[in-house]
């Protein structure tokens, strides 16, 4: 994180988290893949990790979350992720996403072929309640601001459904 201007004030708090895929490729188009970010999220869980807040995107996602160590866990979760997609990609021959994914990739990643996710996760604190449901509200009308839906609780990859009790793909925590 060292050429970001984000960083982590209270390593106990909650924060509002961004990750976007390289150049924005939409990705999260099927699926399968969105699936990987869940089972990523789903085991980051198992150990502690609390998720009060998503939206999965076609090629980025928004999160509120809270950890004992945030950068590892952002940093686990975007390399499980990453292999994974990558993988994916690989297995199915998706050449048009790899060859994007190679072609964009930042010089200074000398050490692999492709990069799947922009630097980054751009943590900002979450200092109080206000802020807490400024930022929920954001990412569940994430989807309908960009007219992907009518209601927040319509768009299938977002925590907004567990918040109007219409079932949920991954639990997350409502109360803060």
Known sequence: MARSRYKIIDPTGAYFVTCTVLHWIPVFTRPVTVEIVLESLRFLKSEGFRVYAYVILESHLHMVVQSSDLNRDMARFKSYTSRQLLSYFTEHNVRRIL????FYKKAHKGDRVY?????????????NDAM??????????????????????HWRY?????YAGLGRLLEVERIW
Do not use: C, T
Request: charged share 30%; glycine share 4%; no cysteine.
């Open 132 to 153: 807490m449901r400024q930022k929920v509200e954001y990412i569940h009308q994430n989807p309908v601001k960009r007219g992907y839906v009518d209601q927040p609780e």
């Open 158 to 162: 977002s925590s907004a459904r567990d």
């Open 115 to 127: 990069q799947f996710w922009e630097e980054g996760y751009h943590p900002e604190w979450i200092q």
């Open 99 to 102: 060859d994007q994914l190679a």
